[in-house]
């Protein structure tokens, strides 16, 4: 019995900015009121681990224990956790929905105001760490922390989904798949309508299948690897266009609102680069067209566009989680899922065992690698 106990585990610790992750013998102490201590057997790594750890990340804190794309099985809670019980098999939630502040309550936003303060010192909400390693106390990463073999949550960042889904699968349904098809199906009108998408990553191509899925008329695939061309299509893209392979002085922005008859209908960034968010909004159509920035841009960049582009009626905005409300929305995306309707295995490249890990994160630079998931035994 572990209950009420620390836990001696291994976990993938991050010393400082830019350092490769060194597993590491790390202590975690049992969950406090309202908080769940997780067996994490799956995850997912995502680009935002990639860029927090690459030390571009204003919010970037070490030691820390990144990893926010887990899936896992729970093995105690803290005093008060309700809805939650040792056994459940859960997805943590970087994005907590609390279901009684202000913005859950709002009917608006998926941007629950419970734990984020503390989340984003690297803390638990009584601003402690549950987590040390070589005597020091290490940050936790988005309340998440998937990259320990057990972590500590708090409640209200746990979603409980049928024991019937692969936890090796349903572990990126944390992040990556399901905010490409939040920022999709979240957003009314783009049945019919024609949606360009800005980089083929995991997140681009859940923005291809989830518009497809919607019946989207025309899907343009937008990326500078011409390998996404086949992965693209693959998800439903109806066209594929390499910005790098147009005619020199052509403006990638200027080329999409040309073949369009003046412009797409829906855009999204799923790049994180600034030009490429200015270019997606420049594509959409004056008037109504509407450009979703889901791309996370490093610290110290900003956007830049002429205000005359939302003069003319194109709006911009954007998605956290693709505005899903984890707790309430995922266990149905889990059954979509297991019903066929939401493809998830299709985009494992890698699988990697927990000592192997840093080879997960170079595969991420390798231009081949959709998802890679880490078995955490
Ligand atoms: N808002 C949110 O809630 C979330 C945001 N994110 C963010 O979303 C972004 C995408 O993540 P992910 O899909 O994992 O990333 P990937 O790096 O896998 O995908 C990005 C793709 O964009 C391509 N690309 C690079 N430069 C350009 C360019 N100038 N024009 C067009 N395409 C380009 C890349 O090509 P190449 O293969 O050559 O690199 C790659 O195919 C990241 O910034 C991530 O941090 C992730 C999850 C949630
Ligand atoms: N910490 C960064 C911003 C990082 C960021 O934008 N994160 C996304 C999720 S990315 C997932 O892979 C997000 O949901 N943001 C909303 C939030 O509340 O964190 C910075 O300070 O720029
Ligand atoms: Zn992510
Ligand atoms: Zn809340």
Not at 103 to 129: E, H, I, W, Y
Not at 239 to 255: A, S
Not at 316 to 340: I, S
Request: charged share 20%.
């Amino acid at each position: 019995m572990t209950t009420g106990k620390p836990i001696t585990c291994k976990a993938a610790v991050c010393w400082a900015a830019g350092e490769p992750l060194k597993i590491e013998e790390v202590e975690v102490a049992p969950p406090k009121a309202h908080e769940v201590r997780i067996h994490i057997l799956y995850t997912g790594i995502c680009h935002t681990d990639e860029y927090t750890r690459s030390g571009k990340d204003s919010e970037g804190v070490f030691p820390v224990i990144l990893g926010h794309e887990g899936g896992g099985v729970v093995e105690s809670v803290g005093e008060g956790v309700v809805g939650v019980k040792p056994g459940d098999h859960v997805i943590p939630l970087y994005t907590a929905e609390c279901k009684e502040c202000k913005f859950c309550k709002s009917g608006k936003t998926n941007l629950c105001g419970k734990v984020r303060a503390t989340q984003g010192q690297g803390l638990m909400p009584d601003k402690s760490s549950r987590f040390t390693a070589k005597g020091q106390s290490i940050y936790h990463f988005m309340g998440t922390s998937t990259f320990s073999q057990y972590t500590v949550v708090a409640d209200v960042s746990v979603a409980v989904v049928t024991p019937k889904a692969p936890l090796e699968k349903i572990c990126l349904l944390g992040c990556g798949i399901t905010t490409g098809w939040g920022a999709v199906v979240k957003q009314p009108g783009i049945k019919g309508s024609t949606v360009a998408v800005f980089g083929c990553g995991c997140i681009g191509l859940s923005v291809i299948q989830s518009s497809s899925l919607v019946g989207a008329s025309r899907i343009i695939a937008v990326d500078t690897n011409p390998n996404k061309k086949e992965w693209a299509t693959k998800f439903g893209a109806t066209d594929f266009i390499n910005p790098k392979e147009l005619p020199e002085g052509t403006r990638i922005q200027d080329h999409l609102v040309e073949i369009t008859d003046g412009g797409l209908d829906y855009t999204f960034d799923c790049t994180g680069q600034v030009q490429v968010m200015r270019a997606a909004l420049e594509a959409c159509h004056k008037g109504w067209g509407i450009s979703t920035i889901i791309g996370v841009a490093a610290a110290g960049q900003e956007i830049s566009t002429r205000p005359f582009q939302l003069v003319t009626g194109r709006v911009w905005r954007g998605t956290a989680f693709g505005g899903v409300k984890g707790r309430t929305e995922l266990p149905g995306l889990v059954e979509d899922y297991l019903k066929g309707s939401v493809k998830v295995d299709e985009y494992i490249t890698h699988q990697v065992k927990f000592e192997e890990i840093n080879a997960g994160f170079e595969a991420m630079h390798s231009g081949d690698c959709i998802r890679a998931v880490v078995d955490m035994s």
